[in-house]
């Protein structure tokens, strides 16, 4: 029995495409609410760049795990990264001029915005949040970081940042949040609060960050457009957001 369904936003409800939920997606979570089954999502998105959905959740995964939220918004785990970190990672993006994004409770903030950061901005369709000079970012309670950064960088900055990881799912940047935030490990205080088991949940994702999700959940389905390591990491793959593919695995599960 389905009780949970959990969704990623990018690229799983929303194509890259369009940055829209499809009309098949819509109709597969009304079948899932008539089903009796809870929606959360599930998103390495903090809240404020979540975007108005046309359908309720029952709670929220955001940054990655690192703040999770009931259904009226209470705050059923917080795990910011630890100040030691955040500090490091500010002084190698200064030093290395390097595009960076901090996200805390309900904000966030841009510095040293290039190239990479408007073209992050165009493929995700978020509007730019505020910029500030990266000395002033010292000091912020911070819950996740984008670094747009190429992979080469990445074990560098994990030696730099010994409390974090780095949850890469984009070639040109990567996540970083604080370890043992992950998004099953949001799923797991989802699950506790409403009493739903492990084996009653679904799962959607296509990023490396949700390898963790999809490996957590009763099913896990990775979309048509997901690397071949998150396809691995999967029950069943399914066709991509632009090809209806929640829906197609949603009306083989509750046919």
């Known amino acids: 029995m389905i009780r949970a369904a959990f969704f990623d936003i990018d690229g799983t409800l929303l194509s890259f495409r369009t940055h829209q939920v499809s009309a098949g997606t819509l109709r597969a979570i009304s079948k899932l609410r008539q ?44 795990n910011p ?11 190698y993006a ?43 970012l010292h000091g912020i309670e911070t819950f996740q970081i984008i670094a747009l950064m190429e992979a080469n960088r990445d074990g560098e900055v994990s030696a730099l940042l010994p409390n974090c990881r ?3 799912w984009h070639p040109q940047f990567t996540d970083i949040v604080a370890r043992g935030n992950s ?26 960050n949700d390898i963790e999700m999809l490996r957590w959940a009763g099913i896990g ?14 029950d069943l793959v399914t066709a991509d957001a632009d090809h209806e593919g929640i829906e197609q695995t949603i009306n083989q599960l509750l046919s």
């Open 166 to 168: 780095l949850p890469r």
């Open 94 to 136: 200064a030093q290395h001029k390097l595009c960076t994004m901090l996200f805390t409770a309900d904000s966030m903030i841009a510095s040293q915005i290039n190239a990479a950061g408007i073209a992050l901005r165009d493929q995700l369709g978020f509007t730019m949040p505020p910029v500030a000079d990266i000395q002033s």
């Open 183 to 208: 998004k099953a490990r949001g799923m797991e205080v989802l699950c506790h609060q409403v009493g739903i088991a492990q084996a009653d949940t679904i799962a959607f994702g296509d990023g490396a």
């Open 81 to 91: 990264i630890p100040q030691t970190d955040t500090e490091h990672w500010i002084d």
């Open 221 to 234: 389905i990775a979309m048509g457009n997901a690397s071949p390591e998150v396809k691995q990491a999967a």
């Open 35 to 78: 089903n009796g089954t809870q929606i959360f999502l599930s998103t390495g998105r903090p809240k404020v760049l979540i975007p108005p959905l046309p359908f309720e959740v029952d709670g929220l995964i955001t940054m990655n795990g690192a703040l999770v939220l009931g259904k009226r918004g209470e705050h059923l785990l917080s």
